[in-house]
């Protein structure tokens, strides 16, 4: 629903809008909550803590206007230290438009950008970027212009950084149906996704060039996105929709399709439905069928007589079932078919049937929503998700078991209407802010003394540098001592300034910095570290850190497989479009020297096709020896960080059978570990094991030998051996209560060793 439409028993558009009287309050009883700010100039709009270890919040106004609050202990809200940080011009704020979010760079603490959603004008909205010079924005720069609006309303203005390094933002259909379906040719009822200079990555969904489709598309099918956010436990997009009969959030992947204008909840195969939705401004009532409620062992289902179109984790109320046993609230666990779902229940075992299942109201204009992301609150809390409704004032907190499962959906606050945004603050309390820019923060009842670190994921850029804060959850008798050590992982990811900080009974309560940086490397892998924060006596706290290969050269792969004397492609492209022409250079740089670029050794890509892919040629020259090769070719281009391709060359020369040696000559110990394998896996499938073995080839008595091991070790070729359900014949694991079979540990072990030997014996053979 549009901000408008929020607004409709108040005010007709946030430009008018009137602040009504201070009003929060938490439902959970092991918060408390205080205010933190009355109010700002200008309706508030959106709000993010810089990543710098400052401890600074800042918040943007409808009218253009960028604050920075100061963090800290402040006598009265009133008092407490704003800061102008911009005005943004143009602007165009009339309706739901204007200055709608922030988001801040991933390498803030190096280039100090700070990228903005604006309405320019009543045609065209834009994302722009401030350099942060201290508490003054300067040098605004148009990242990308020409985004649609029709300058009322449904123009979105969510906008994040996701861990890829890519800009995202998120549009609506404009209020008048733009974009909608399966439109690929507008930006509207959209998320789009950018460099973080502007430019196209070529591997968006729906990118074609100079064809038809408006090549920033990352997602469609949206009504009214307002607001997004990144999943820390693992980069997910989750995306806030403002809807028309249902508010619905979505986590967001590349090319879906959420189905606006034909669907809202209702969304058939094919489309992706709703992680988390409510009714907009009411509730769904579904009658049960008159056997319609089964209870059995703790767990019950329900039927509804028309489909429901719940999902996990809402808080559904039972009435009116003629055993009153059943009635009560409870929290779908799944949702088997389109009119039944299932929950926990105690009780006896029971069936009955009729009454309603009638969902939660939580609102009607869902809007800003994070992760908890922090460790001031108990475990419990972590990883939960916190949003807001503008209509109700409702914060709600979904418990997650799993960063993709939803446990329960439920109210755990409210400000009395006009929610517009929520954040883990650096001290890991959690701050909210109506649209008259009053704030609250609520912080744990924390009762023994803790570590409280502000991100227990931190995703980065390799290159780059990052920041977490540290702080105490109660006050200290004494000194603490903290350190801050990479335990695990890259050692390409470096713990920096605050490895080591000091906390007093004076200042345990503000938050200091310890600084990250992930090194640059040759692959395109994600690289993963986990840095424990302890203190004696305390419990440490661990932060993984995932640093993202931020190459701006695009190829078809990481590694190519060939023929030894046959030829094998790939192909490179640009993600991001040049100023001038671009040379990528690819080179032969480690490994076998049989291995060569035959062809596209010099790529030259202009700003005109630099996203059509060139094709580099390898080949694998014939040798004497009968060894696999390997190699690593490296592509560089100036000004482009370069990576690698792993080339691996399969040999095609036969082994002399004459020539192997006996299977005496090989080493003792490499035999007997491959006997004992042998016998291990022989005790386990003795049973299983056909007592026909197949031919042995007389000629080859290594090969022999070892042929006649693996083939045991399966089963012999007639066997019957049938994985147990769970398990992975790959590796030989089995879930828990899957009884061992014979394709387990001894097994794979046994195939390794069986191929190690044949290649020993061949590269003997051979004189190497």
């Known amino acids: 629903m549009s901000l408008s439409r929020r607004l409709l028993v108040a005010c007709t558009t946030l430009a008018v809008f009137t602040p009504d009287s201070s009003h929060a309050d938490i439902v959970d009883e092991n918060f408390t909550e205080r205010s933190y700010l009355g109010s700002l100039p200008g309706t508030a709009t959106g709000m993010a803590w810089a990543p710098d270890g400052s401890n600074r919040l800042f918040v943007t106004t409808q ?124 930006l509207a009822a959209k998320v789009g996704r950018a460099n973080l200079d502007g430019g196209v990555p070529n591997d968006n969904p729906f990118f074609d060039g100079d064809g038809p489709n408006a090549d920033y598309i990352w997602a469609r099918g949206l009504r009214n996105p307002f607001t997004m956010t990144f999943q820390p436990a ?48 009411a509730t769904d009532a579904l009658a049960l069928t008159p056997s319609g409620a089964l209870r059995s062992a703790s767990g019950v289902t329900f039927t509804t007589a028309a489909p429901h179109g719940f999902r996990r984790g809402e ?133 023994v003394q803790g570590l409280v670190v502000s991100h227990r994921h931190v995703w980065m850029l390799e290159g780059g540098e990052q920041s977490i804060s540290v702080s105490l959850a109660i006050a200290p008798t004494a000194d603490v001592v903290v350190n801050a050590v990479r335990t695990s992982g890259d050692p390409g990811i470096v713990v920096g300034a605050g490895a080591r900080l000091t906390f007093t009974p004076a200042n345990w309560s503000e938050p200091q910095s310890v600084n990250l940086s992930a090194a640059t490397d040759a692959d395109t892998l994600l690289d993963t570290a986990i840095i424990d924060v302890s203190s004696p006596a305390l419990l440490t706290r661990a932060v993984t850190v995932n640093a993202v290969d931020r190459n701006s050269l695009v190829v078809s792969t990481d590694t190519l497989g060939i023929d030894e004397g046959a030829s094998g492609t790939f192909t490179v492209a640009l993600a991001t479009q040049p100023s001038t022409s671009t040379t990528v250079s690819v080179m032969h740089s480690a490994g076998d020297e049989d291995i060569g670029v035959s062809s596209g050794a010099a790529l030259t890509f202009t700003p005109a096709d630099f996203a059509t892919p060139q094709t580099v040629t390898i080949d ?97 070729s007639d066997a019957t051996h049938h994985e147990a359900p769970g398990s992975d014949p790959g590796c030989g694991c089995r879930a828990p209560g899957v009884p061992a079979s014979r394709g387990g540990l001894a097994s794979a072990l046994l195939v390794a060793l069986v191929l190690a030997i044949r290649q020993r014996a061949r590269a003997r053979t051979r004189g190497i």
């Open 63 to 186: 009218p253009g206007s960028v604050w920075i609050v100061a963090h800290g202990d402040i006598p009265t809200p009133a008092e407490r230290d704003t800061r102008l940080f911009a005005t943004v011009t143009p602007i165009h704020f009339s309706g739901e438009c204007g200055l709608l979010g922030l988001v801040f760079d991933p390498d803030f603490l190096v280039n100090h950008y700070v990228y903005f959603f604006v309405t320019v004008s009543a045609s065209e909205q834009q994302i722009i970027r401030y350099t942060a010079e201290g508490d003054v924005g300067t040098n605004k720069t148009v990242i990308v212009a020409g985004l649609p609006t029709n300058g009322g309303n449904h123009n979105g203005g969510a906008i994040g950084v996701g861990p890829d390094g890519k800009l995202y933002w998120a549009i609506g259909d404009n209020g008048i149906g733009r974009g909608v379906n399966a439109d690929l040719a507008s």
């Open 234 to 281: 693992n980069g997910g997009l989750w995306l806030d929709v403002v809807g028309t009969t249902y508010e619905q959030i979505f986590v967001v992947n590349r090319g879906d399709h959420a189905g606006y204008s034909a669907y809202e909840n209702n969304q058939p195969n094919g489309l992706i439905t709703p992680i988390i939705k409510y009714r907009t401004n």
């Open 315 to 447: 808080m559904i109320t039972i009435a009116g079932v003629s055993d009153a046993s059943f009635n009560g609230n409870v929290y779908v666990a799944s949702t088997p078919s389109a009119t039944t779902f299932t929950a926990i229940q105690t009780g006896p075992n029971a069936a009955s049937g009729s009454g309603t299942a009638v969902t939660q109201a939580l609102g009607g204009c869902v809007t800003g929503g994070t992760f908890y992301a922090a460790t001031q609150f108990a475990p419990e809390y972590w990883g939960n998700y916190f949003f807001g409704d503008f209509n109700s004032g409702n914060i709600v907190r979904a418990v997650m078991s799993s960063p993709a499962t939803i446990e329960s959906v439920q109210i755990w606050g409210n400000v009395g209407g006009h929610l517009i945004d929520i954040e883990t603050g650096p001290d890991g309390a959690l701050y909210y802010i109506r649209a008259s820019g009053e704030m609250f923060r609520a912080a744990f009842d924390a009762t």
């Open 620 to 716: 694998a020259a014939e040798d004497a020896d009968a060894i696999d090769d390997r190699a690593t070719v490296a592509l560089t281009a100036n000004g482009l960080l370069s990576l690698s391709i792993a080339i691996a060359a399969t040999d095609n020369d036969p082994l002399a059978p004459d020539a192997a040696p006996p299977v005496e000559d090989l080493d003792a110990a490499v035999l007997d570990a491959a006997s004992a394998a042998h016998d291990a896996s022989a005790d386990a499938g003795a049973a299983g094991r056909d007592a026909d073995s197949p031919p042995v080839d007389a000629d080859s008595p290594v090969d022999a030998t070892l042929d006649a091991m693996a083939t045991e070790a399966d089963g012999g």
